[in-house]
Structures are given as C-alpha cells and as structure tokens.
C-alpha cells in the first residue's frame, strides 16, 4: 500500500518535536474549552465548582483521618476516653457525606456535558461546510481537512470532554493529597514527590513512545479504513462484484491491517516495557518514602496517626496519578484530532465569503465575460484562459467540447460559485464580484447531471429549490411539478408528495434516473429564478427519458435566460449561440448553422455523433 492522499494527514506532524507536539496538546485545550462554555457553561460550572467541594471535602476527610486515629491511639493507650474521638469521627462522616454528594452532583452535571459538546462542535462543523465558496472543496487540502475533522475530530473532542473532567478530578485530588500532608508535616510534601516522580516518568516515556509511533498507526489505519469503506458502500457493491474484485480489495485491506496489528502489538509491547521500569522505579520511590516516615517516626518528628493519614494520601495520589497517565495517553492521541478539527475552522473561515455587496439584479439584460481566466488551487495549467462572451436576457447559450475542455467551470463561473482568477464577469455593467454572494445565488438555478437525491420526502425535494418560499396551499408546488412533468412521478408513488425518497429508511421508496431527474427540474421551476443553467442534465438516462426530461428543460427555460452543457450537439441545434470549447477556451461561436458551414471542430464532431447515433441530420443545417 504506497498509495498516499494528498497532503496526508499522517505527515502533518512529522519532525515536530516532543516539546512542540505538547504544545499543540495543550493548545487543543483551548477549543475543548470554547466548545464546553458555549454549550453548557451551566454544567462547566457546576463541575469546576463540585471538584473544588470534592477536592476540599478530601483533604478535611485527611486531616480529620489523623485527628482520629491519633484519638483511637490514646485511648488505646488509656490517655484519653474514647468518647474524645466521637468529634473527629464526626468531622470524617460529614467530610466524606459531603465529597459523596459533591461527586453524585458532578456526575448528573457531567452527562449532559459530553452530548451537548458533541451537538455544538458538530453545529459548527456543518455550519463551517456549507458557508465556505464552492472553490474551496477542490483544495485537496481542504477537503483533506474536512474529512479529517470530521471522521475523527468531533468525535474526540467529545472524548476529550470526559477525560478533561476526569483529568480536573486527579489534579484536585492530587492537590487536596498534598495539601492535607503539608498541613500535617513540612516533610511530609517532598515525601509525596519522592513516590510520584517515578509514575510521572513512566507516564512521560510511554507518551514519548505513542508519539514516535502515531504517524504510522494512523496511516496504516487510514488505508485500512479506505477498504473498509470501498468494501461497505452500497454504491460499489455493483462494480466490485461484475469485476470479481472482492479479492482484490480484501488484500488490499490485509496488507495494511495485519501491519496495523504488528505495529500496534510491537508499541504495546514497548510501552509495557517502559510501565515496567517505571513500576520498578515507582517501588523504589514508595520504598524511599516508607523509609522517610520511618525515620521521622523513630526521630520523634512524626506521630503515628499522622504517619498512617500520610500512607492514605500517598495511596490515594499514587491512585490519582495513574488514572492521570491514562488520561494523558488518551489526550495526546486526541490531542492531534482536535487540531485538526480547529485547522479545518480556521481554514473554513478564511474560505467564507464576504456578506457585504450590492444586490444582484432581479432580471440581469446581459451577462458578459471579459478576459476571464480561471486556475483551481494547486493546478499547473489554468482550467480557463481568456473567455470572452456576451449572452443576452432570454437567450440560450450552448457550451460544447470534448471532457476537460472547461465547460462545466466556465458554468459556475457564469453561476457565480466560482471567482475569476483575473478578467471580470459583469452583470448589466457590475462585476459580480460586488455583488452580495446571497443575492446572487438567489438568480440562479441550476440543474445538474447528478442531482442530489435528498432522503427526504418527494415534496422537500422539490421544495429545497427555494425552502423559504410561502407556500401553504401548494399552489407553486403543483405547478412545478406538472410544467416538469414530475406530477406523474408523483402519481406513482404510495404516499404521494409524503412519500419518503430514500430505501435506506423504512417505508422508503427510490426512483429512476429520470424520475430523479424530473424532480429536478421541478426543483428548478419552484426556484423560479432568472438565470438557468443546465450541465450535462441527461448524460445518465436512456433516450426516452432523455427526451422526457428535455421536455421539461424547455419549459423551465422559457422567458429565461438558459446556458446549456452537454456533449451530445444534436440537442444544441436551436441554441441562440453554440460556444465550441477546447483546452480552456473557446475556439469557436456562433450559431449551428455557421459552426456547421465553418467546418471546424464542432462540424467534426457533430458529424461523428450523427453516424453514431443514426441521426439523419449530418447538413449544416
């Protein structure tokens, strides 16, 4: 598996060094952060202000452990009655009722927590993706980012909620732990150093180890899921089975996941190496600690209720700091992916578009392109060089040439999805440059080869062409539907205009390519806008439903200004101007008549598909 995407994501980070890769953990705090106040700040508080009850309730619980015991211990001895310890046992009980409902309340706030961080970085990501321009989903890095953040980064900043919260319980019990022994003893703080050192290595050499080996375990996981995916989509199912490549894909997901399980057995192996020198080292330093507190106790320096509170607090920090090492594996690990997730918002803002403009004319009286040339992000060729062209309201203007020649990237330029790298498009004499982007998709329409099949009903499908337009009685939708013909589509279905569009829910029903079509193109009629734009809009149908579907282009097309892409010339003979296009530009123009008498490249290929397809028509008429 040599195969690499572009820009891979599991090269992102190499040649970072470990200081910088903690650097970015820490900074991948920062939209955690964000992320939980924006949706529970109510939780984020109970939680912060809970831990600090539990954290405090703890120590108290520490302290009053010692008083005890120190009671019980001279009332063993007969110094003092035992009714003398009932006060501290009192102070333990009520320490410990409190830290118990401090930790019930946390609990309660921290369920709803991880949901609604879950919701809202999940908001922002869809939001982020459908504001950026068009251009920005062919930056291979981009889209790259995208996928990234998406598969992997919602999903761990809602993973990293937990471990945050967790991570607030260790550091407080921790601090509640030393807190409680500097209190009791000024030796007694270096003591609890002298046991956690160790762990903190041991956590600090198996996070140095995870982070040598991540760019591998994430690149053989992501050819590995690029199987998966080929191997599950219901879309592939057809070709990968008339092919016989069920084999084919299956060992192209061994390879990289049979080296997914060496690597990841070879790491687990390492690391527990690295747990077990550091659970040597971990003995050494409880010995040393143990061998202070004996010293202190022979030295007079320390009594024994406080020696054995002290071996209570050092078994609940040395609890605390290792449920923080596997916190810190899993943060480093996620770490990585909320970068990610906070690149691809950065990035989708700089993509945005401006709001701000003039709006776009109602009714442009001519479209006009001049000198316009346009390159996508990363291309060594520009798509297109030097367009010049005028199309007048209510003409229809035919965009011809062979695959790759431009046709559909001139189409969005006239559409406004895409920017001129250089030249000007001009609406009426403004550049549609400074127009409002809102007002300006709002005059277009376009129907597409591959329109979206929306899993919705057959009424939302039709209705997404201009959702926010008052409708009630249905009026607009009725005569979409049978200017386009997609009534008898609807006649058909069981549930009419309810009925769901989509097998992969129950009670759904699905539709042709030409019905899909028909829909369409109902889309576009409800729409109702000026300037409409068809690209290659019945390359997949057979030729009746071709000619169905044309039919209801024709009616769409009426009293507006229509630009049409297709390879297939015979039904661009009643265009007002055919544009012929090759390699970005447009090398010929005119009507089909004089293309045909100008027996150039279209009269060419025109002819061609006439003996292909049986047409009678092959004169320059």
């Keep these: 598996m040599g195969e690499q995407l572009d820009t891979p994501y599991w090269r992102l980070d190499e040649g970072q060094s470990t200081h910088g890769l ?18 529970a700040p109510g939780a984020a508080l109970a939680i912060g202000g ?23 211990l001279d009332a063993v001895s007969g110094a003092v009655a035992w009714e003398a310890a009932l006060p501290a046992l009192l102070a333990l009980l009520g320490a410990q009722g409190v830290r118990l409902a401090a930790e019930a309340g946390c609990a309660h706030a921290k369920a709803g927590l991880r949901p609604a961080v879950h919701r809202v970085a ?3 990501l869809v939001r982020a993706s459908l504001a950026v321009e068009l251009v920005a989903y062919d930056s291979p890095d981009f889209y790259d980012r995208l996928h990234r953040a998406r598969d992997r980064g919602v999903m761990h900043l809602e993973g990293a909620t937990e471990c ?20 009791l003893h000024p030796f007694l703080l270096p003591a609890l150093l002298l046991a956690l050192v160790p762990e903190a290595w041991a956590a600090w050499r198996t996070a140095h180890l995870q982070r040598d080996s991540m760019s591998t375990t994430v690149a053989l996981m992501r050819q590995a899921e690029l199987m998966i995916e080929l191997a599950t989509q219901r879309e592939a199912a057809p070709e990968l089975r008339a092919h016989q490549a069920q084999a084919f894909v299956q060992a192209h997901y061994d390879q990289p996941a049979q080296a997914l399980q060496q690597h990841l057995t070879n790491l687990g192996r390492n690391e527990a190496n690295a747990r077990a020198w550091g659970q040597l080292w971990c003995g050494l330093g409880l010995l040393a600690t143990y061998g202070l507190l004996f010293t202190l106790l022979r030295q007079g320096w320390l009594d024994l209720a406080v020696a054995g509170t002290a071996v209570l607090a050092l078994r609940n920090a040395s609890q605390a700091l290792q449920r923080g090492t596997q916190l810190l594996h899993e943060l480093f690990e996620k770490a990585i992916y909320i970068a990610d997730y906070q690149s691809f918002m950065d990035r989708a803002e700089a993509a945005a578009p401006r709001t701000l403009g003039r709006p776009a004319p109602l ?17 060594a060729t520009p798509a297109l060089q030097d367009i010049q062209l005028t199309i007048e309201a209510g003409q229809t203007v035919a965009l011809v040439g062979e695959n790759g020649s431009g046709k559909t990237t001139l189409a969005k330029l006239i559409a406004g999805l895409y920017r ?30 591959d329109p979206i099949r929306w899993p919705k009903s057959a009424r939302l499908n039709v209705q997404v062409g201009r ?28 549930g009419g205009w309810d009925t769901l569009l989509s097998r992969q829910f129950k009670g759904g029903q699905d539709l042709s390519g030409g019905q899909w079509q028909r829909l369409a193109v109902a889309r576009g009629l409800y729409r109702d806008a000026p300037l409409v734009i068809w690209d290659e809009p019945t390359a997949p149908l057979d030729a009746r439903a071709e000619a169905a579907v044309y039919e209801s282009l024709q009616r769409l097309g009426q009293g507006r200004t229509v630009v049409l892409i297709t390879h297939r010339l015979a ?7 055919i544009a012929f296009m090759e390699k970005g530009r447009i090398v010929e123009r005119g009507t089909h008549p004089e293309l045909m008498a100008l027996q150039g490249r279209y009269a060419e290929l025109y002819r061609l598909q006439s003996r292909l397809h049986g047409l009678d028509d092959v004169s320059t008429t």
Excluded: K
């Design 22 to 39: 903690l650097r970015r953990m820490v900074q991948s705090l920062r939209p955690l952060l964000r992320l939980v106040r924006r949706a």
């Design 50 to 72: 809970l831990q600090l009850l539990v954290g405090l309730s703890t120590a108290l619980s520490l302290l009053a452990t010692a008083q005890l015991l120190s009671h019980l």
């Design 122 to 124: 999940e908001q922002e």
């Design 164 to 183: 945050l919260v967790e991570g607030l319980s260790v550091l407080v019990t921790m601090v509640a732990a030393g807190v409680a022994l500097a209190v």
């Design 363 to 379: 009714q442009p009286g001519r479209i006009s392109l001049e000198q316009v040339c346009f390159s996508y992000d990363g291309a």
């Design 420 to 449: 001129p790298s250089s030249g000007a498009i001009r609406w009426d004499g403004h550049d549609t440059r400074s127009f409002d982007p809102q007002s300006l998709g709002e005059r277009v329409v376009m129907v597409l080869q």
């Design 467 to 494: 959702h926010e337009r008052q409708d009630p009685e249905d009026l607009a939708l009725w005569a979409a539907a049978r200017e386009s013909r997609a009534d008898e589509v609807i006649e058909r279905l069981t």
């Design 571 to 577: 039904s661009v003979r009643q265009a007002d101007l």
